[in-house]
């Protein structure tokens, strides 16, 4: 395993949920992306490490081993982003926790200096070797029970929702019903409340009425909002 772990940093995207910002992947090699999952329960089911996006990471490690350093820096990703580009979002790919706490601080530091909001950051092991970045990354969960259990820790959560998104069309969540606000299934609740009431706000992005993406958002800014402490995002 390298001890020495890098982020490849890009400075635009044509993901519609995100906007277009500068993203950052980690590992250098599939390996060290591997390594940076190691523990995850959902590695074998990860869209990222079985999907498309695979494919676009593998094509910056080859890259990056072929040119050098400098090409996914994320002072070259900041000065190759749009002047509409308000935040970067880290670990599209791979979790942040191979990360030291003074680098992820460095990393909006150096995002800030450059006009720009801050960095979007998630782990899954916020509650384990992902501890360190408390206050810098949100943690990443899989249930409203969990989602307590972060935000007792102090933690903001990012948590999974039981409902699907009315464009998702993926077969793995076709049994899922499609979360509408409530306006048109009386199953489908207005509002999401975790077990110890604590409500959680639906992302943004994934609800078309506010024509919002991360860009505009920025809900998802560990340092920013604290007054919303769950977001919580349908499954596609």
Not at 24 to 42: F, I, N, Q, R
Request: glycine residues 10%; hydrophobic residues 35%.
């Amino acid at each position: 395993m390298n001890t020495t772990p890098t982020m490849l940093w890009t400075g635009t995207s044509t993901n519609s949920k995100t906007g277009n910002v500068p993203q950052g992947y980690v590992g250098a090699t599939k390996e060290e992306c591997l390594d940076s999952c190691e523990g995850c329960p959902m590695l074998k089911k990860c869209y990222h490490h079985n999907g498309t996006p695979r494919m676009a990471h593998a094509a910056m490690q080859r890259a990056f081993i072929k040119s050098g350093p400098e090409r996914y820096s994320l002072r070259s990703a900041i000065a190759k982003s749009v002047r509409t580009a308000r935040y970067v979002r880290g670990a599209v790919g791979g979790d942040p926790n191979v990360f030291s706490r003074d680098t992820v601080a460095g990393w909006i530091q150096d995002i800030r200096r450059a006009g720009m909001e801050g960095l979007l950051l998630y782990t899954h092991f916020w509650d384990s070797k992902g501890s360190h970045l408390q206050g810098l990354a949100m943690a990443s969960v899989e249930s409203m029970d969990d989602a307590d259990r972060a935000i007792d820790a102090g933690w903001r959560a990012a948590v999974v929702l039981p409902f699907k998104g009315a464009d998702s069309k993926h077969q793995r969540v076709k049994d899922l019903p499609v979360w509408d606000g409530g306006a048109f299934h009386p199953d489908a609740p207005k509002d999401f409340v975790t077990p110890k009431g604590r409500r959680i706000v639906v992302c943004p992005a994934q609800r078309p009425e506010l024509r919002k993406d991360c860009n505009t958002c920025g809900l998802c800014d560990p340092t920013k909002h604290a007054g919303v402490q769950a977001i919580g995002f349908l499954q596609h």
